[in-house]
């Protein structure tokens, strides 16, 4: 689905080498991995739910592969790209063997949460305020982050496809 799409639309493929490096190499992997526990966050950085049963699969467990092969060590828990889920993604993550799946909804942890829906607490600054916190907590500041970088994506796409449209050359 979304990978055809891509590579009819962009001629983007998974493998497609970029002149600019836009993710880290896997030398500034395996320098992290000897101070901190690296767990996946997916290959391609995909919204799951726009994959198909088997680029789904496919994107899961080639993540969970590789972080294995780069840190050297057991990959198990898995934190869903813009926090699209549904009980689709949450069961084929379990089939490949993630343990843990996070998301992004706010909230609290704790021994009633669910280990393949756990929240973030919050994304603020260490000298943020309990007042801060609490709002963070509430989801409104990601929620309206979200809804404004849709927003400007879908314009910039649409100034995209009117200067195709109008190029001769494309």
Same mark, same amino acid.
């Given at each position: 689905m979304l990978l055809e799409k891509l590579r009819k639309e962009a001629e983007f493929t998974p493998d497609k080498e970029f002149?600019? $490096? *836009?993710? !880290? =190499? *896997?030398?500034d992997i395996r320098l992290l991995c000897s101070q901190f526990d690296i767990q996946s966050h997916g290959r391609y950085h995909f919204s799951a739910t726009t994959l198909s049963d088997s680029e789904l699969r496919r994107e899961l467990a080639d993540s969970r592969e590789r972080t294995e092969m !780069? =840190? *050297?060590a057991p990959c198990e828990h898995f934190s869903f790209p813009y926090g699209d889920h549904s009980a689709r993604e949450?069961? &084929?993550?379990?089939? &490949?063997?993630?343990? =843990? !799946? $996070? %998301? %992004?909804?706010p909230g609290w942890i704790g021994q009633s949460t669910d280990v393949c829906r756990i929240p973030i607490t919050a994304d603020v600054g260490g000298d943020a305020s309990i007042c801060d916190l609490q709002l963070h907590l509430t989801g409104i500041p990601r929620f309206l982050k979200r809804t404004v970088d849709a927003l400007v994506t879908k314009h910039l796409y649409a100034m995209r496809q009117r200067i195709l449209m109008s190029n001769p050359f494309f």
């Open positions: 002149q600019d $490096r *836009e993710a !880290l =190499s *896997e030398e !780069l =840190s *050297e949450i069961n &084929v993550a379990k089939s &490949v063997g993630y343990k =843990s !799946l $996070r %998301t %992004t909804k």
